[in-house]
């Protein structure tokens, strides 16, 4: 709900701060007094098109702040990273200089006018003669139909979903199974040259290390045999210190230090034995074999040469083996899979479309609902001859069906239906607007809904019944009207007086709440022109008091 409005340089006025209360809060004032003015500046701040035209002649800037109870636009806000304290009002502030720069702020963060004109959606419905939004917008009718009807759009949102996703899965296959094709004959060669070669993760470390221990074992054989030679046979060390063990075998107990001798040698038996046993596993290990190193070389250059063909590791040729395998086994099974994914594509059309059918029949009879209470309220409106009428229209599939949804009217019998926008004149807009918005009632209404001029061109009896529409509407949250009716006008729970004076150098427009007599003299001026009579006040006391 609009709590206050604060302008400041705009046009005409020059400083205003107001106050709203909630229910029907009128606005009148003579022709030409600057009601348009406040519903610019109001449009300002919720967004619309800013321009330097709007700037006081000789101010620098116009600008304007409005400050909402708006509970409803709370996840909005959220989802906007716009913080907004519990129980504290959202405050919008819109600035216009003289050469059309604005600037755009909610709760003092800076914001775009797009984001402004979304928020300004939420908070505030306009409804005018020329206003292209809201009800007159078809894009719309079909949310407000399901609204009206309590229609769940949720399981067609799952089929919608369910059934996009099997589509790309499919395309995808699809895709996925014609660059396979083309490759089919390049796979089928990689796959049997590498099950050929049979390539072993870790392999090339493997056959590294085994060159390089036979191109050691070429370089080291003649030491090893020299060495050898020293520690074995007949006059290998290890034969002389045994020898020599059981010579002083004999003599050690003759003497300590032959003991000891004895036990020094036979450690060194000990250790030489060691060493020939290492000795004897080097010259196993080392033992060169030309035919071996051929073939690890061999290998090892063919596993390289592999690998930078494929343009991967040669650790990574078993899994590229695998890969190309898989790919192959889908090329041969595709068709099968294909079948599978179309199988479900099907299934998931059917679902959604038998979601849309029950979307349709639900439409149709809120349809049926929605122009009845339409219809009730056009004889009083002065619409006698007028229809209304939901058309639903096969549209494209989306996530709320595949229904197109337009409010259409026909003016005079016999005459062709067509979009309100386009059958309608200027007056007659404006009362299917409002008989619309009163049958609709709560669905898809903004907290604070403005009506400009909504009675312009009727009086007497449709005046009234406006009036007790407007005044219906406004029970639960605030309507603001525009007006000339005085029948509206004496309907208002609030009344504000619009006001233009001058004092002969400058013209300035105010706006003033009026109390309850000054209430009375507004409608008495409004039903007797120039002069207001006592016969004139009679009458705006009884349309005040009825």
């Given amino acids: 709900m609009l709590q206050s409005l604060a302008i400041r340089d705009v046009v005409l006025i020059e400083a205003l701060d107001l106050d709203f209360s909630s229910g029907l809060v009128v606005i009148t004032?003579?022709?030409?007094?600057?009601?348009?003015?406040?519903?610019?500046?109001?449009?300002?701040?919720?967004?619309?098109?800013?321009?330097?035209?709007?700037?006081?002649?000789?101010?620098?800037?116009?600008?304007?702040?409005?400050s909402f109870e708006a509970p409803g636009a709370a996840d909005w806000l959220a989802d906007h990273d716009i913080a907004v304290e519990a129980g504290e009002p959202l405050t919008?502030?819109?600035?216009?200089?003289?050469?059309?720069?604005?600037?755009?702020?909610?709760?003092?963060?800076?914001?775009s006018a797009g984001l402004l004109r979304n928020l300004g959606a939420l908070l505030v419905e306009i409804h005018g003669q020329h206003d292209d939004r809201g009800l007159l917008a078809p894009a719309g009718h079909r949310a407000l139909l399901d609204s009206f009807g309590r229609i769940d759009v949720c399981l067609a949102a799952a089929a919608f979903t369910a059934m996009r996703a099997t589509a790309a899965e499919l395309a995808t296959a699809r895709d996925a199974l014609a660059n396979a094709e083309a490759d089919r004959d390049w796979l089928?060669?990689?796959?049997?040259?590498?099950?050929?070669?049979?390539?072993?993760?870790?392999?090339?470390?493997?056959?590294?290390?085994?060159?390089?221990?036979?191109?050691?074992?070429?370089?080291?054989?003649?030491?090893?045999?020299?060495?050898?030679?020293?520690t074995e046979g007949p006059e290998g060390a290890l034969t002389k210190l045994r020898a020599a063990a059981r010579a002083l075998d004999r003599v050690a107990r003759d003497h300590p230090a032959l003991a000891e001798a004895l036990a020094a040698?036979?450690?060194?038996?000990?250790?030489?034995?060691?060493?020939?046993?290492?000795?004897?596993?080097?010259?196993?290990a080392l033992a060169f074999d030309p035919a071996r190193l051929e073939a690890d070389e061999a290998r090892l250059f063919d596993l390289r040469g592999l690998a930078r063909k494929h343009r991967v590791q040669p650790d990574d040729l078993a899994a590229l083996a695998?890969?190309?395998?898989?790919?192959?086994?889908?090329?041969?099974?595709g068709g099968a899979g294909i079948s599978r994914l179309e199988a479900a594509h099907r299934a998931a059309q059917?679902?959604?479309?038998?979601?849309?059918?029950?979307?349709?029949?639900?439409?149709?009879?809120?349809?049926?609902?929605?122009?009845?209470?339409?219809?009730?309220?056009?004889?009083?409106?002065?619409?006698?001859?007028?229809?209304?009428?939901?058309?639903?229209?096969?549209?494209?599939?989306?996530?709320?069906?595949?229904?197109?949804?337009?409010?259409?009217?026909?003016?005079?019998?016999?005459?062709?239906?067509?979009?309100?926008?386009?059958?309608a004149s200027g007056g007659e807009l404006s009362r299917f607007i409002l008989a619309l918005k009163v049958a609709l009632a709560e669905e898809g209404a903004a907290a604070t809904m403005i009506f400009d001029e909504i009675d312009r061109g009727v009086g007497g009896a449709v005046a009234s019944a406006i009036g007790d529409r407007l005044s219906r509407l406004a029970d639960g949250r605030q309507v603001i009207v525009v007006t000339h009716s005085p029948q509206v006008a004496a309907r208002g729970s609030e009344h504000l007086l619009i006001a233009k004076n001058s004092d002969g150098l400058v013209t300035r427009t105010n706006l003033r709440v009026l109390a309850e007599d000054e209430r009375r003299e507004e409608i008495a001026r409004m039903l007797s022109g120039a002069e207001v009579t006592d016969e004139a006040r009679a009458q705006a006391a009884r349309l005040v008091s009825a």
């Fill in 29 to 66: 004032g003579e022709t030409g007094a600057g009601k348009s003015i406040l519903l610019d500046a109001l449009g300002l701040a919720l967004g619309m098109r800013a321009g330097g035209g709007l700037v006081r002649q000789g101010a620098a800037q116009a600008s304007v702040s409005a």
């Fill in 92 to 111: 919008i502030r819109r600035t216009v200089k003289a050469d059309g720069g604005s600037r755009a702020f909610v709760n003092d963060q800076p914001v």
């Fill in 188 to 230: 089928t060669h990689a796959v049997g040259e590498l099950d050929g070669f049979g390539p072993q993760p870790g392999e090339e470390a493997t056959l590294a290390d085994a060159r390089s221990l036979s191109q050691k074992g070429e370089r080291l054989a003649g030491e090893i045999d020299d060495i050898t030679a020293l």
């Fill in 265 to 284: 040698t036979d450690r060194a038996i000990i250790e030489a034995a060691m060493a020939e046993e290492h000795l004897a596993d080097a010259a196993r």
């Fill in 322 to 333: 695998d890969e190309l395998r898989t790919r192959l086994s889908a090329i041969e099974d």
């Fill in 350 to 423: 059917e679902a959604y479309r038998g979601e849309s059918v029950k979307l349709t029949a639900a439409r149709t009879a809120a349809a049926q609902k929605l122009d009845a209470a339409v219809a009730g309220e056009l004889a009083p409106l002065k619409l006698d001859a007028a229809r209304f009428r939901t058309a639903i229209a096969a549209g494209p599939e989306s996530e709320a069906g595949a229904d197109r949804v337009e409010f259409e009217v026909s003016t005079n019998p016999g005459a062709p239906f067509g979009a309100m926008t386009r059958i």
